[in-house]
């Protein structure tokens, strides 16, 4: 009767047993991973705890609420749909993903190089080569077709184009949802607790996102990468550490909006606790902001990684689509496909994120038109 009243009064205090039960979740996964470290056992990769953690906040603070709440989410479906650009974001989005989810499994390994295959064009048109006539003793040039072999061509090293772009599709997702998720969780927390405490609290956080604004992004970025090893995980964590400022600052220009309304001003009479308040009320009216930042944020960050591997930072043991472009930039006359291709997708990818961004702010901003 005791336990039974103990988790009813935590859950009280933070909100509700959906609020409970994900800071249990947080807690299991923190634990185990401080287990992981003191007693150096490994119970589970590194990089599942991020996972975890990363699906456990989507879980909670998107499905769920989309799923209780079936009526808002349609209405705010329609209004996303009055942007028509938004299904092309949706839909390429899709497809990427079910490109770097299944993609691997019908290509070939990124990393094979076939030095006989070199240079080949995609399928349905064909490049003028010069190679080594034995026979006569001298260079003749060819003409040299496209395969279905390479649909999409290969580089000059003989690697295959398509499997190339699909390992990109992959890191390109990674690091934008992963780095993004760090991100908007540490800016998030640190925007709505600012602005509801306040006092020399929100004056110390706010001139510290102040100072971490005034130094260029992209040259810290390369700055911390240069020092600590060019990592893609190491990439994913520093973009996620340094890019949380300009969410802090929307979050808490929302929350200090949202501290004043009469239901805050109702809960506090009330008795409610801080932490009641803060997870009831707060966090759930910030969500639409949150999502619309998240969804803008991603094609920068996807940028920024691509700008680091194009510039020789980035991880050498995986096939960016940044790393791609630095490896086309010399053959552009003779291989042009090699640079054109990751260039392509890349903008479609932001492209994409930015129009159905742009549809959401659109469906979540109440001035806009119904």
């Given amino acids: 009767m005791y336990s039974d009243t103990l988790w009813q009064r935590m859950a009280r205090a933070v909100g509700g047993v959906k609020n409970l039960s994900f800071f249990t979740l947080i807690a299991i996964y923190t634990l185990l991973g401080g287990v992981q470290i003191l007693f150096k056992v490994r119970l589970l990769p590194t990089t599942v705890y991020v996972y975890l953690y990363l699906i456990t906040l989507i879980i909670y603070f998107a499905v769920l609420p989309l799923y209780w709440n079936r009526r808002l989410t349609s209405y705010y479906w329609n209004r996303t749909k009055k942007f ?22 019908f290509t070939q390994d990124p990393t094979a190089h076939v030095l006989k295959d070199k240079g080949l064009p995609p399928v349905g048109l064909s490049v003028e080569q010069s190679t080594f006539d034995l026979a006569k003793g001298k260079f003749v040039t060819v003409d040299t077709p496209g395969t279905w072999k390479h649909p999409l061509g290969t580089d000059n090293d003989g690697a295959d184009m398509l499997a190339m772009l699909v390992s990109g599709a992959r890191i390109s997702l990674q690091v934008g949802l992963l780095a993004t998720g760090i991100a908007i969780f540490i ?19 706010m001139r510290i996102v102040d100072i971490m604004l005034t130094f260029p992004f992209f040259l810290l970025l390369v700055f911390i ?10 990439i994913i964590f520093v973009i996620g550490f340094t890019g949380w400022p300009g969410t802090a600052r929307l979050v808490r220009s929302e929350a200090l909006s949202l501290r004043t309304r009469d239901y805050i001003l109702a809960s506090k009479s009330l008795g409610a606790s801080d932490a009641r308040i803060v997870f009831r009320h707060l966090i759930p009216n910030v969500i639409s902001l949150i999502i619309v930042i998240s969804t803008l944020s991603i094609p920068g960050i996807i940028i920024a990684e691509a700008g680091l591997s194009f510039i020789g930072l980035g991880d050498p043991n995986k096939s960016s689509w940044g790393r791609i472009l630095n490896s086309g930039q010399n053959s552009l006359e003779t291989a042009w496909w090699v640079a054109v291709e990751p260039g392509v997708m890349l903008f479609l990818t932001v492209l994409a994120f930015n129009f159905l961004g742009d549809g959401l702010r659109d469906a979540f901003d109440p001035r806009s038109e119904a």
């Fill in 84 to 105: 028509r650009p938004s299904y092309f974001g949706i839909g390429f989005i899709l497809f990427l993903i079910l490109l770097a989810l299944i993609g691997p499994f």
């Fill in 187 to 205: 800016g998030s927390v640190i925007g709505v607790f600012s602005a509801y405490i306040g006092g020399w609290v929100d004056n110390v956080l």
């Fill in 225 to 234: 990468v240069y020092i600590y090893g060019a990592n893609l995980w190491i």
